[in-house]
């Protein structure tokens, strides 16, 4: 039976995660879904005559070529691996899916989906993680089989394609199947199916394929419309996505019936979902980088296909994508093209045009900067390729040898040096929380992740997996002993939004300094963090209230650790860590398969690989000391460490300039 403490705590989470407006739209939908009004709300049978017009000149995409050449094979050879039925999903997972791809069929546990209405159907885990299915059907494999294609309407790429698009007519019925039953999905596999049209030569784009794209795309978009209000309930990417997909099939097929009203709608739409999910810092309602690029790449197509027809969105997305792209820059790693991998990662990228890994956000970023129309200080290199695809001229990029400022946000703080940078997670929270993360640290130095969020691994997994690495036990950062920062009910509801405060923001040349602090609601706790940077090193303290808790870290799996009088030391070829507190209270945990919190990181979705979870005790203060360096550099003395004690426990003025003076020298 559910406590009144907690049925208040869930009400209070419900009205702050989707708003009234929210609440009533997914009653709505709950209402058309039990009573069968959505067996056949689609409104299309797929033989609309719709005129799809969408073509990407290919001027400045063989520009590129010919000054690229070598990327032309790599293309071939990954569209190769499709065509001999081996898929790569979520940037890293390869399955074997068969050519064409079963798609009703889980890669994963080879279990067949029966074929029958989607309402009738549920994805609560009895077939594994749907998501293994759904990535298959989005269709994002086929741009890189277009990026591999040459001109020839008989290019045997091309011709896969529309293999591939003649099987899932077949195969995946209107409205019949699992392939039809998230919005989302639908409306990504759309996108896909339109840009990877748009991407073909004009030779290439025959009415017998634009009759096959059109037979996918138009009842999609009706499916789409039907329950874009559940989409709406959940004031994330769905709706981003959604709401795109259908603003840019309206345009690209004007003769689509009700296209006029479609349009109306959508537009509607992406103007709530931009003004609700967007922050004036550039920031993302869901605290989650990769979702962020979701979103952005949605709105970069929509914005595309606005070019093409000459048809307006509702608001103008230039401004949108500068303070983005400028957000962004200042958080990704410069060396490699890598985000911290915060919060909810799916391993979503819509547009797969480069060969590098799915964790480098450059191909985005100059996508994104070419669009907004301003610099960037990411350099020419093959991942101007994207750009290229959708139109534009690299050499109009504007690369600037000017750093991009630490971005200024309400919940990310950068503190960057010339060879590092730390990401403190801190701040309000204007959307529900993905994870439970507050005053989590990410750093990286010299190219390397040393402090690192642990991702996601998967949303649906037998337990104690299932969506498991959102909890705050795995996460960088202190945890008073028998608390809990955020308790969840299912896979992605929090009944508490836990707030963290900043008592302390200074930036300057050589020395950066940050504090803040959150409280364990319903525990009477409190943990307290400090974040000072002095060139390339990064002293951290902690403290918890009542004293007992501890410090957790992951880093790196080749790390060199040693267990000290009060603490544990590790180090890698670039970097060590020196981690002290209670005496005798450092441990290097061992990864279990039974227990996520015994030292597991998912870079990809679907993946688990160990790392170096080191934890180490608080002291009789409440307090661990961290300190993190490159391997030429020495750790602060023990007087400047007394000086930034005294800031964390009084962070007055005077105790804060007499810190900042010693971490400037």
């Known amino acids: 039976m559910v406590s009144p403490r907690e049925f208040g705590a869930f009400a209070r989470s419900a009205l702050r995660t989707y708003g009234v407006k929210g609440i009533a739209r997914r009653i709505f939908y709950e209402v058309k879904l039990r009573t069968g009004r959505l067996v056949r709300l689609s409104g299309s049978n797929g033989n609309d005559s719709t005129n ?7 001027t400045n995409i063989e520009m590129w070529h010919r000054s690229n050449t070598e990327f032309r094979d790599i293309a071939r050879n990954t569209a190769d691996e499709i065509l001999s039925g081996e898929m790569s999903i979520y940037g890293g997972k390869t399955f074997h899916s068969g050519w064409p791809p079963d798609w009703n069929r889980h890669p994963s546990t080879d279990q067949e989906i029966p074929l029958q209405h989607w309402s009738k159907l549920s994805h609560a885990g009895s077939i594994g993680d749907v998501k293994d299915v759904w990535e298959i059907g989005r269709f994002c494999w086929a741009e890189r089989l277009i990026r591999a294609s040459g001109s020839d309407a008989n290019d045997r790429y091309c011709e896969a394609f529309s293999v591939a698009i003649t099987s899932f007519l077949r195969e995946s019925p209107i409205d019949m199947g699992i392939q039809w039953m998230s919005g989302q999905e639908i409306a990504i596999r759309g996108i896909s ?3 990877s049209w748009s991407m073909l030569s004009q030779e290439q784009q025959t009415e017998e394929l634009r009759r096959k794209v059109e037979q996918i795309v138009v009842p999609s978009a009706y499916r789409v419309a039907s329950t874009l209000g559940y989409a709406a309930s959940q004031r994330n990417n769905h709706y981003i996505v959604e709401a795109s997909f259908l603003w840019s099939a309206a345009a690209a097929c004007r003769g689509i019936e009700g296209g006029d009203r479609l349009l109306r709608h959508a537009s509607d739409a992406l103007m709530e979902a931009v003004l609700d999910q967007f922050a004036a810092d550039g920031s993302y309602a869901q605290y ?4 962020q690029r979701l979103a952005l790449h949605s709105l970069l197509f929509v914005d595309r296909v606005s070019t093409l027809t000459g048809l307006q969105p509702p608001l103008t997305f230039q401004p949108l994508f500068a303070r983005c792209c400028k957000f962004l820059e200042g958080i990704m790693d410069v060396q490699t ?5 915060l919060g909810s990662n799916d391993g979503s990228l819509l547009f797969q045009l480069t060969d590098l890994p799915i964790h480098d956000f450059r ?11 301003i610099e960037t200080h990411v350099s020419h290199g093959q991942w101007d390729e994207e750009a290229a695809w959708f139109g534009y001229n690299v050499n109009d990029l504007r690369p600037t040898e000017q750093m991009t400022a630490a971005p200024t946000s309400a919940s990310f703080h950068v503190l960057r040096g010339d060879r590092s940078k730390a990401l403190l997670r801190a701040g309000s929270l204007r959307h529900r929380l993905g994870h439970a993360d507050q005053l989590n640290l990410d750093l990286w130095i ?13 949303y649906t997994a037998p337990q104690p997996w299932s969506n498991s690495l959102a909890n705050d036990d795995v996460h960088n950062l202190a945890r008073p002993e028998g608390a809990v920062m955020a308790r969840r009910r299912g896979r992605f509801f929090w009944l508490d939004w836990p707030e963290a405060f900043v008592l302390v923001d200074e930036r300057h040349e050589g020395a950066d300094l940050i504090v803040a602090e959150v409280s364990y609601l319903g525990y009477r706790c409190q943990s307290r963090r400090l974040v000072a940077r002095s060139q390339n090193c990064f002293t951290v303290i902690d403290r918890v209230i009542p004293i007992h808790g501890a410090v957790r870290w992951n880093l790196p799996c080749d ?6 009088e009060r603490g544990v030391d590790v180090s890698g070829e670039k970097w060590w860590l020196i981690v002290s507190g209670a005496p005798g209270g450092g441990s290097l945990l061992t990864p279990q398969s039974y227990d996520p919190t015994s030292g597991w990181e998912s870079s990809t979705y679907g993946e688990l690989s160990p790392v170096t979870a080191v934890q180490v005790r608080t002291d009789n203060r409440g307090q661990v000391l961290s300190i993190f360096g490159p391997t030429d550099a020495e750790p602060p003395d023990d007087h400047g460490i007394q000086i930034l004690r005294a800031v964390l426990e009084n962070p007055s003025t005077t105790n804060v300039q007499t810190a900042l003076n010693l971490l400037a020298l």
């Open 446 to 458: 010299d190219g390397v992740n040393v402090a690192r969020d642990p991702g996601t691994f998967r």
């Open 288 to 291: 989650s980088f990769t979702y």
């Open 559 to 564: 790390s060199n650790y040693r267990q000290t």
């Open 337 to 341: 093209g890598q985000m911290p991998n």
């Open 52 to 58: 799809l017009r969408l073509y990407i000149d290919h």
């Open 193 to 195: 199916l339109l840009f």
């Open 363 to 373: 191909p985005f970023l100059v996508h994104l900067a070419l669009a907004a129309e």
